[in-house]
């Protein structure tokens, strides 16, 4: 109701009791401003239908409540196109779960633990395919029995686990590769929100690893990188089927997963460093010059909040709406149709629904992409860039005067009162780029002009 108190949000996203140092969350479900349950369902037609817009304008005035924030992702992230139907969504949702339960499969069928309710942290395999008969491992893949003696563990035979992965013949390198992150992404997931009441269940651990076995196994490029399970551990929390679950996962990776691509000299990431550098050189030169100065000239000090997107930052609760404002701003409703699944049969209804007449189906930031005409091939810079180069630009003078290293950088500039600090406005007008950098202007102008300023406030106002 209107004129109603702000209710926090921690309730939803409950923190172990003994867990005292954990940030505080700052955002609010603010009545009037926050979507609630009552506006998303008012924004659907009789056929299904979704009025983007006016969802999006809400999104952009106070984030959207805990209760319904899993099925409005899958909206934001392009898992549904927002002009399909009730019954074209439902068909598509059979459809993934099923090609989910196949791929789950395939993995189990190599290694079956994979959806046996528990996962490993210790290594399986060998670089040369031979299995590895570690303790723990026999320990953890001991399934149908209750936990073995330390005697048990001692006899214990790996006979049955080396029949097992040696059943389908020679390994390949693609299967090899595969077991050999397994027990890596183990150890991230018992590291992955560990604050949270959530994770207390060994259900909820295994739930986030079998998706992330199943996401390494079929992205045969990137695989699992360190850092997905941050991406990854929200979708296990706001969606109660697992494989809707990995769908928004894997949609969100879709986003960021050029950061995660590395090759033998460098790391996807670095392309949006390399752009946060040459914003920060334009809006403030002796700023840059001093971070060159300090050997910070490649801003990997800044690595983990693009890689992660502020997830380590921030509290649970606010990450998750930093997270839904950024995608509100960068809605494009072709989103949709620009994926495509090459590992599955998509139909004509999982795809080209048109491009919308009315702008105001775009999220702020993309619509002036669109009303400037940049096109595919400019790669437009998303917003977390120039969210670092506001934190940066806000801490200045703090950075100028007390760093003294590249600690001191990130101690100032992205640690306790990066969520605290008012991030203004950056003023580019002035500014003037060599050609080659016109399109870090274009971007810089269009996200002070339109953006900046709705988008920082609105920040302001639910994490200060």
């Avoid at 299904?48 to 959207?64: A, E, F, P, S, T």
């Avoid at 789950?104 to 008969?133: D, M, N, W, Y």
């Avoid at 991230?188 to 199943?214: C, G, H, M, P």
């Avoid at 609760?317 to 072709?334: K, V």
Wanted: hydrophobic share 35%; charged share 25%.
């Amino acid at each position: 109701m209107w004129g109603s108190a702000a209710e926090p949000a921690d309730s939803y996203y409950e923190v172990r009791p003994e867990c005292t140092d954990v940030p505080k969350t700052q955002f609010k479900i603010k009545p009037g401003k926050t979507l609630s349950a009552r506006r998303w369902q008012a924004a659907f037609s009789t056929e299904g239908y979704l009025d983007m817009g006016k969802v999006l304008n809400r999104i952009q005035r106070g984030g959207i409540h805990p209760s319904i924030r899993g099925e409005v992702w899958e909206f934001l992230l392009g898992c549904y196109h927002a002009k399909s139907t009730f019954d074209e969504r439902e068909h598509i949702q059979q459809r993934r779960r099923e090609q989910y339960a196949t791929w789950k499969e395939e993995c189990r069928e190599l290694f079956p633990i994979v959806g046996s309710g528990k996962f490993i942290t210790a290594p399986i395999i060998s670089e040369h395919g031979q299995p590895i008969q570690d303790p723990l491992v026999l320990q953890q893949t001991n399934l149908g029995r209750g936990p073995l003696t330390p005697q048990e563990t001692a006899n214990a035979s790996s006979v049955d686990m080396i029949k097992e992965l040696t059943s389908h013949g020679t390994l390949d390198k693609k299967v090899i590769q595969w077991m050999l992150t397994l027990h890596q992404i183990g150890l991230d997931v018992v590291r992955t929100d560990r604050t949270l009441v959530f994770y207390e269940k060994q259900e909820n651990l295994s739930k986030l690893w079998d998706i992330l076995a199943v996401y390494a196994w079929i992205d045969k490029d990137v695989g699992y990188c360190q850092g997905m399970s941050d991406l990854c551990s929200p979708m296990i929390m706001l969606l109660q089927d697992e494989a809707d679950s990995f769908w928004c996962f894997e949609r969100l990776m879709r986003r960021l997963r050029g950061n995660f691509r590395c090759t033998e000299t460098s790391v996807g990431v670095e392309t949006q460093l390399s752009n946060l550098a040459a914003i920060t050189q334009v809006v403030d030169p002796k700023l840059h010059q001093h971070l060159d100065t300090l050997g910070g000239g490649d801003y990997l000090f800044a690595f983990r909040m693009l890689m992660v997107l502020f997830r380590r930052e921030f509290s649970f609760c606010d990450s998750l709406y930093l997270w839904e404002m950024m995608w509100a701003l960068e809605y494009d409703p072709d989103l949709f149709s620009k994926y495509k699944d090459p590992d599955v049969t998509a139909d004509k209804a999982e795809g080209s629904k048109g491009k919308p007449k009315s702008i105001r189906q775009f999220g702020k930031f993309e619509r002036e992409n669109v009303r400037n005409g940049a096109s595919n091939s400019d790669a437009p810079l998303p917003i977390s860039v120039f969210l670092v180069a506001s934190v940066l630009k806000e801490k200045s003078s703090k950075l100028m005067t007390e760093a003294r290293g590249l600690d001191d950088v990130v101690k100032v500039s992205l640690i306790s009162e990066y969520a605290y600090s008012h991030m203004r406005t950056i003023d580019t007008s002035s500014c003037k780029l060599p050609t080659k950098h016109a399109y870090f202007q274009l971007q810089c102008l269009c996200f002070v002009s339109k953006i900046n300023l709705s988008f920082l406030k609105a920040v302001s106002r639910n994490l200060l």
